[in-house]
């Protein structure tokens, strides 16, 4: 039987790990290299003129300014509409549009808006719900959907 106290491999051999442990250290830091390298030559790329500023960023900047804060209250008429499997809330008087976040309301409204698919175009809600935020977009949480009735 082994005794305890004295260690299992010869110290006179290095293991394979020990062998191991300068090439990958140099492995390591060959895969930094490369990587900063390729980061090196994308970033010019991605750096704007400031005579010229890019249709992308000003979008950005156009969709930071219509940004609403997380928590705020929402009240508003407009129409839903589904793409996907995603229904989208656009509002009447701004026109602004709003993914909707999935609850028992959005799916009574999904429900209607099934059932009367092709039946009736443009119906009118009058909804209250929570603004969300994240990545950069809108999100509404219904709290209280109403169906307007259509006036003649």
């Known amino acids: 039987m082994h005794p305890p106290h004295l260690p ?3 110290r006179g051999v290095p293991s394979r790990r020990e062998r191991l442990r300068p090439w990958m250290r140099g492995f390591t830091a ?5 990587l900063l390298a390729a980061l090196a030559e994308r970033a010019p790329a991605d750096v704007e003129s400031d005579q010229t500023p890019s249709s992308a960023a000003a979008k950005a900047d156009a969709a930071r ?3 609403r804060r997380e928590g705020d209250r929402y009240e508003g008429l407009g129409r839903f509409e589904t793409t996907g499997d995603r229904i989208t809330f656009y509002a009447a008087d ?3 549009s709003f993914r909707v976040v999935e609850n028992l309301a959005l ?3 999904a ?7 092709g039946l009736v ?3 009118q809600w009058q ?9 950069g977009a809108n999100y509404l949480l219904l709290q209280y959907v109403v169906l307007k009735a259509r006036s003649p």
């Open 107 to 109: 799916e009574r409204v």
């Open 94 to 96: 701004t026109g602004e």
């Open 65 to 67: 300014s219509t940004l």
């Open 30 to 34: 060959a895969m930094l290299l490369v």
């Open 8 to 10: 299992l491999v010869d």
């Open 127 to 135: 909804i209250t719900a929570e603004v969300l935020e994240f990545r």
């Open 121 to 123: 175009a443009d119906r």
């Open 111 to 117: 429900r209607v808006l099934e059932e009367t698919a």
